[in-house]
C-alpha cells in the first residue's frame, strides 16, 4: 500500500478513533498523544505489510495500550499510588476485539461538540477542533487564525486541560446545551472545508481530504438536526461550492478563476443536491449567514456561463450578510458584486472601507480583489503591483503561480499599450 493511501487511511480514521479512546477512557489530552502514537506507528509499519484486516480496531488497541503506559507514568509523577487501580483498564478493553472495534458507532460527531465546550473561548474550540477533528496541523490551525504557531500550540493545550478539568462526560448533549454549541461546530466545519478547498500553503491548491471530511460532518450534522436551516444550509454551501473543484484545476495543478472554468466539468448531482437543500431551507424559519452563502453558491453554479451569472440578485444577498456581520471576507465579496453591477469603481469604493482593516488588509485576498478591479478599470500597472503584491502574501504554490502569471500578462500588455476596455472581466 502506498504512502499516500496509507496517510488517507490514516486521516480518515484518527478522529473516530480518538473518539472511541475517549469515550471509553477519558482523559481527552492523553487519549490525542495515544492515538498520535498509534499513527505514527501504523504509518511505519502498514506502508510496507499493508493495513490489517481492521485498521480502526488495530489503532484502538495499540492506542489503549499506549494510554495505558502515559496514565501509569503520571501516576508515577504524581505520587498517587492509590488511584493505580481506578486507571487499570478491563483486560477485554486492553487488547479490544478487532471484530467489536471495527463496529463501533463513529464517535467523531461526538467528538466534534466536545471540543466545542462551553467552558472554552469561541476561539478555543473552533483550534482544537480543527486539531482533532479536522485533522489540521497546528501550523494550519495558526494560519486559519491568521496568527502563531507558538500561540497557537499553547491555545490548544490549555483547551485539552480545560476539557479535562470540566469532567463533562463523553456524550452527544441535549436540548439547549447542544443549541449553544451548535454555532462553533458549524463554524469550525466552515473552517476544515475552507482548508481543503482553498489549502492555505503547499504545492496543491485543494487538500480533498478535508473538504470531504467536512461534507462527512455536516451530513451528519443534518442527519441528527435535520430540521435545523442553518445546518442544512452549511451542507448546501460546501455541496454547491465543492462541485466547482474539478473544473478549479488545470492540468498541472493550476489555478482556473470560475469565469474560465469549463462547467461541464461541474458536479451536477451535487449541485441539484445542494440546491434541492437550500431550496427547502430558505423558507423555514429565520435565514441565517450559511443559508444565504448556499444560495448565492447557487446562483452560480446554476449560471448557464459567467456572463449569464445575475450579478444584481447576488449583490442583494450579500447586503443581506452584510446586515448580520461584519465579517470583512463578506465585504470583500460584496465589493466584487458592487463592481459586477455597477462598475469596477464602485467596487473599488467599496473594497477601500477594508484598507485599514488589520483583519484582511495584509490577507492576498485583498490585494488580488483590487488587482482584479484595477484591471477591469484599465489601470494596469497598479493592477500588476496588486497581484505581485498578492502573490507574496500567500503560500499556497499554485495560487502564487497564478497571481504571478496575472501580473507578468499585464507586464506585456502594459508594454504594449494594449489596455482592455472598461468593464472587460478577468
Known sequence: MSGTAVGDLLRELAPQVLGAIVRRYGHFDLAEDAVQEALLAAATQWTGQGPPSSPRGW????????????????????????????????????????????????????????????????????????????????AEVARAFLGSEAAMTRRISRAKQRIKAS?????????????????????????????????????????????????????????????????????????????????????????IPMAEQDRSRWHAGQIAEGVALITRALPRGATGPYQLQAAIA???????????????????????????????????????????????????????????????????????VRAHLLEMTGDLAAARECYQAAAQRTSNIPQQRYLNLRAARLAVQDTGNAKPPPGQRA
Open 59 to 138: 489503532l484502538i488497541t495499540v492506542a489503549s495500550r499506549r494510554l495505558v503506559d502515559l496514565l501509569r507514568n503520571e501516576q508515577a509523577r504524581q505520587r498517587r499510588q492509590d488511584t493505580v487501580a481506578a486507571w487499570t483498564l478491563p483486560a477485554d478493553w486492553l487488547v479490544p476485539n478487532a471484530e467489536r472495534s471495527a463496529t463501533d458507532s463513529d464517535d467523531t460527531l461526538i467528538l466534534l461538540f466536545l471540543c466545542c465546550h462551553p467552558a472554552l473561548s469561541a476561539a478555543s474550540q473552533i483550534a482544537l477542533t480543527l486539531r482533532a477533528v479536522g485533522g489540521l496541523t497546528t
Open 167 to 255: 469532567g463533562v462526560p463523553f456524550r452527544m448533549p441535549t436540548g439547549a446545551e447542544r443549541a449553544d454549541r451548535l454555532a462553533a461546530v458549524l463554524h469550525v466545519l466552515y473552517l476544515i472545508f475552507n482548508e481543503g478547498y482553498v489549502s492555505t500553503s503547499g504545492a496543491s491548491l485543494v487538500r480533498v481530504e478535508l473538504s470531504t471530511e467536512a461534507i462527512r460532518l455536516a451530513r451528519l450534522m443534518h442527519r441528527l438536526l435535520p430540521e435545523d436551516s442553518e445546518v442544512t444550509g452549511l451542507l448546501a454551501l460546501m455541496l454547491l461550492t465543492d462541485a466547482r473543484r474539478l473544473a478549479r484545476i488545470g492540468p498541472n495543478g493550476a489555478l
Open 298 to 368: 447557487a446562483i452560480h453554479d446554476e449560471a448557464p456561463s459567467a456572463e449569464q451569472t445575475d450579478w444584481p440578485q447576488i449583490l442583494a444577498l450579500y447586503e443581506m450578510l452584510l446586515r448580520m456581520s461584519d465579517n470583512p471576507m463578506v465585504t470583500l465579496n460584496h465589493a466584487v458584486a458592487v463592481a459586477m453591477v455597477k462598475g469596477p469603481d464602485a467596487g473599488l469604493d467599496r473594497l477601500g472601507t477594508l484598507a485599514d482593516d488589520g483583519r484582511i488588509a495584509a490577507d492576498h485576498r485583498w490585494h488580488a
